[in-house]
């Protein structure tokens, strides 16, 4: 277990491997711990790192800082206290906004972003998710239907309810197509075909994102797809980020799955 302090909090943080830097980004619904298997896959390649935003896993419970500003906030100061100058960056959800929120802040520190189950605008955000998002016991039971994981199971239990019923009133009103636009990086956006709590964009509003932004829908997974569909998942971001710019050659492959076993 490794951590540093930020703002008198404690920030828990695990690190594993050679290479770029290549930094994780929890969502709503967990912490660190179910992007190890991504982390194992490709800490062959990358430095890669997970942190705990304040209120989940191991890291403090500080209410102050329980907004999407302070967790982008969080990241920057994450990556200057560790020397990393420029990273890739995968986010799930909270992550993948926080993620793309610190590109539009700081380009110049963000190589290329992979944004998981991201929602683009606060209607994406399924009702299930915002109603029960301040409900402790209400929320493990959403947790328990929607992801038997124990990567998911354990974390969401422990996650200050707080932290996501705040960080979710602060993701309210908030347009990411307006941040996505001016971004020149290399942006892939991955949604579960069949997720309940996060709404993909819609088809017209892909349309109007420069050659630089690509969506990869993973028809049959839910919202944690790279737990789901771990080997397919894990191949696509290795993909990704070898890609550089070229995103149109991307694309799923049926043989993954079987080759990877």
């Known amino acids: 277990m490794s951590a540093i302090v930020v703002k008198d909090g404690l920030v828990h943080y695990e690190a594993i491997g050679r290479g770029k830097p290549l930094v994780f980004l929890h969502g709503w619904l967990g912490s660190w711990r179910y992007w190890m298997p991504a982390m194992e896959e490709l800490s062959g ?17 500080l209410r102050v800082h329980y907004s999407i500003n302070a967790y982008v906030d969080l990241l920057g100061e994450f990556l200057d206290r560790l020397g990393i100058w420029r990273a890739a960056l995968v986010g799930h959800a909270l992550g993948g906004m926080v993620a793309l929120l610190f590109a539009a802040q700081a380009p110049e520190r963000v190589e290329q972003i992979m944004g998981v189950s991201v929602p683009l605008i606060d ?30 199971n354990l974390e969401a239990r422990r996650a200050d309810t707080a932290a996501i019923a705040h960080s979710i009133r602060s993701a309210m009103g908030r347009d990411l197509r307006r941040v996505l636009s001016p971004l020149d990086i290399p942006v892939l956006l991955v949604y579960g075909g069949n997720d309940p709590l996060i709404k993909p964009p819609q ?18 997974t839910q919202h944690f797809p790279m737990l789901e569909e771990r080997n397919k998942f894990n191949r696509l971001l290795m993909d990704f980020l070898d890609a550089g710019d070229n995103l149109a050659s991307l694309e799923l492959k049926k043989e993954w799955q079987r080759r990877l076993r």
């Open 45 to 61: 390649r990358r430095r890669t790192y997970a942190l705990d935003l304040w209120g989940f896993g191991d890291s403090d419970k």
């Open 123 to 152: 209607a994406a955000i399924n009702r299930p998710l915002v109603s029960l998002s301040d409900n402790g016991e209400a929320l493990a039971r959403l947790v328990a239907r929607q992801a038997n994981f124990p990567e998911v």
């Open 203 to 220: 088809t017209e509003w892909l349309q109007s994102f420069d050659d630089n932004v690509r969506t990869i829908f993973l028809n049959g």
